[in-house]
């Protein structure tokens, strides 16, 4: 833990302390005293890491878009970095399928490069052991006789890498591709729902966006449910597997003195941010038919407003989580017919400059219709009707070419009742503020008032902050490789269930619908800013403003 004041520099005390509780000395050439772990508690030096982690059993993992993007950035490098931890079965197989013709060894060849580019610690030995267990099979994806090749592929391989555990199809498609190819694993017998004479267990992995509406979200999930029960089906949303998303439910209840104040007794607001500088890139094709509230808000957004919300479970299990997320979710108010209006805003990028770079506006960018009506940018403010929440504002805002990259969570608490410093003019004081820093700089502060040495009265706000890099120093795992495990052990707590997309999709299609009707302006905002005047409209009408980026 690093103490460190800031706007209060003169502070002068820092402390470190790792998780072994061993002392380190501060470093920052602001900080001139050093103290020990001792100095601060002496039970901290005592302080024990307890780690839990289970590895893979044998796998046999099918990847449909095996020759994709996301199999080349995040699957195969997550894939490979989980047997660098030793935690991949020895039994484990992977067969890439794809409509790119290619063979085994150009798959292979692939997935060198793959490791090369985007994996992080990888030895040549797990690189090359990891590579031998890759095959590859080409076909239509409409095909059923493609499902055949895949059967008997699968039986022979399984044999060979001595496989009797899951099989695991990955559907690393376009989503219109999922309720095809889950049919035609159903009518091949792949997906052993309720059969009992299947030998091994099925289960399939689907990437979102799940349905791009309520409508289109029932009837996928009636494909599936169709072949696969919703033990077998893994929705990823890949912020719940993000280090310092899981990290919310081990700060909130494994520790006891926040939840005290975890409620709209104490807390007066909280503001949930992912702000990206990047733009649309080289994905015009699905985003400009999305947009930032299917692509970000209906999945990233409102899985992490029920992780911070929350009622706590009775355990750490996958069902009793996602049974409390998805009460949480039930509990949102619902929009009445012109609440939307005042409740979300959309905006647009238009030329600017982010990281000293002129950039295009959105409807310039290739790909992008010239008419577009796409919003790259929603803000929100939702309230949670329950004992716990009642009347706090939760301030939800994301978008693309914003001024700096920045996913956060602050709690801000309210303030004291009464200040006694009045007569030296403090009759305000600042909030205390609680944030978790999901990405880039991952760590959490505690921002709160201390006095300043000198003066009778002097106090500034301290802020103390705990930064994962300082700590761990570790690179942070990638949340593709915490999902993929889990999935390789049947962990299915951080996949959404389908009552809480169901849910979502609700909660939004008023939004939706009104947006498609036109019914709401889209203004643009120029891309590098902070914000725009309709956005800082939603927060201001309480009397309240956003976070700065
Ligand atoms: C994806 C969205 O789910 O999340 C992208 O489709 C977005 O549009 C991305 O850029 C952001 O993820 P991260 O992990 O970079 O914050």
Redesign the pocket.
């Known amino acids: 833990m690093d103490l460190r004041a800031s706007g209060f520099q003169r502070l002068g005390a820092a402390a470190r302390i790792d998780v072994m509780g061993k002392h380190r000395a501060a470093s920052d050439p602001q900080e001139n005293t050093t103290m020990t772990v001792q100095d601060i508690h002496p039970s901290l030096a005592a302080m024990e890491i307890v780690c839990a982690e289970t590895a893979a059993a044998p796998t046999a993992m099918i990847v449909f878009g095996a020759s994709g993007d996301l199999a080349h950035r995040k699957l195969l490098p997550g894939l490979a970095q989980i047997q660098q931890r030793g935690l991949l079965s020895e039994h484990f197989c992977l067969l890439g399928c794809g409509r790119t013709e290619y063979s085994d060894e150009q798959f292979r060849q692939m997935a060198r490069e793959a490791l090369r580019k985007n994996a992080k610690g990888i030895s040549d030995d797990t690189a090359r052991s990891f590579i031998e267990g890759l095959y590859y099979l080409s076909g239509d994806y409409d095909d059923p006789a493609l499902y055949q090749r895949l059967k008997d592929r699968l039986a022979e391989l399984k044999a060979r890498h001595r496989i009797s555990g899951c099989d695991i199809f990955y559907l690393a498609v376009p989503p219109a591709l999922y309720g095809r190819i889950t049919e035609h694993l159903g009518a091949a017998g792949l997906s052993c729902k309720g059969e009992p004479e299947c030998q091994q267990c099925a289960r399939l992995v689907v990437e979102?966006p799940f349905g791009r509406d309520l409508q289109t979200a029932t009837e996928l999930n009636q494909t599936l449910d169709r072949w696969f029960s919703e033990e077998q089906i893994y929705r990823i949303d890949?912020?719940l597997g993000?280090e310092t998303v899981q990290n919310l439910m081990i700060f909130r209840f494994a520790n006891g003195i926040f939840e005290p104040v975890w409620n709209r007794s104490h807390i007066d607001n909280v503001q949930i941010t992912?702000a990206?500088t990047?733009g649309v890139e080289h994905?015009a094709s699905y985003?400009d038919h999305?947009g930032a509230l299917r692509?970000?808000f209906q999945?990233?957004m409102l899985q992490m407003l029920a992780l911070v919300a929350m009622e706590p479970p009775s355990s750490f299990d996958a069902d009793r989580i996602r049974d409390e997320k998805a009460k949480l979710l039930r509990s949102i108010r619902p929009f009445g017919f012109d609440e939307w209006n005042s409740s979300f805003v959309r905006g647009r990028y238009g030329p600017g400059i982010v990281n000293g770079q002129h950039v295009p506006a959105y409807r310039e960018e290739r790909g992008v219709a010239a008419d577009s009506t796409t919003e790259t940018f929603v803000a929100a403010r939702l309230f949670v009707d329950n004992w716990r929440w009642k009347d706090v504002p939760f301030y939800l805002r994301t978008g693309?070419r914003l001024a700096r990259k920045n996913?956060e969570i602050a709690i801000t608490f309210k303030q004291v009742p009464h200040s006694l410093f009045g007569s030296v003019g403090l009759d305000e004081l600042p909030p205390n503020v609680l944030v978790f820093r999901i990405?880039p700089e991952e760590g959490m502060s505690l921002h709160f008032q201390a006095k300043r040495p000198g003066s009778k009265i002097c106090m500034g706000t301290l802020n103390m902050s705990f930064a994962y890099k300082d700590v761990f120093h570790a690179e942070m795992p990638e949340?593709y490789e915490r999902l993929l495990l889990d999935c390789m052990t049947g962990d299915q707590t951080l996949f959404t269930r389908f009552d809480s997309v169901d849910l979502a999709w609700r909660l939004l299609m008023p939004v939706l619908d009104a947006w498609q009707a036109g019914r709401t302006p889209l203004p643009e905002y120029p891309a590098g800013s902070e914000s725009f005047p309709q956005a800082d409209a939603l927060p201001a009408a309480d009397g309240r403003r956003w976070r700065r980026l």
């Open positions: 979102k890949h912020y993000k992912i990206e990047l994905r985003y999305s692509d970000m999945n990233h693309k996913t990405q949340a």
